[in-house]
């Protein structure tokens, strides 16, 4: 079992930033991939970012340039830096774990965190 707990949402004005965290019950270093997700009212659940083990990303179109994933291994935490925000970013966001368990690879989820946007 993994579990997940973000952090860092809120509410701010479009071309501001914010910051998310992420911080993993176990080690992050032996997961195979974490990355952010969100879902918007009325929309389904969309990848923003990953990161696999050996450090590659990868990123939704739409956050190209102004989003970006890294994680601090020692403290078992995976954050997303969101620059120039706009309305359209507004969602709530998901945190999610890969870890490959007997042969399979099982998600893990948070509980999400609100980030709205105002324009």
């Known amino acids: 079992q993994v579990q997940l707990v973000e952090s860092g949402g809120g509410l701010v004005q479009a071309g501001g930033s914010l910051r998310l965290s992420c911080a993993a019950s176990r080690s992050i270093s032996r997961l195979n991939a974490m990355g952010w997700y969100r879902q918007a009212p009325g929309k389904q659940r969309e990848l923003v970012t990953r990161i696999d083990r050996d450090g590659s990303t990868n990123y939704a179109d739409s956050v190209k340039g102004r989003f970006t994933i890294s994680r601090d291994n020692t403290k078992n935490t995976v954050y997303l830096q969101m620059n120039s925000l706009k309305a359209e970013d507004t969602a709530v966001y998901y945190c999610?774990?890969?870890?490959?368990?007997?042969?399979?690879?099982?998600?893990?989820w948070g509980q999400g965190t609100q980030v709205t946007v105002s324009s």
């Open positions: 999610n774990a890969v870890k490959l368990v007997v042969a399979t690879l099982v998600n893990y």
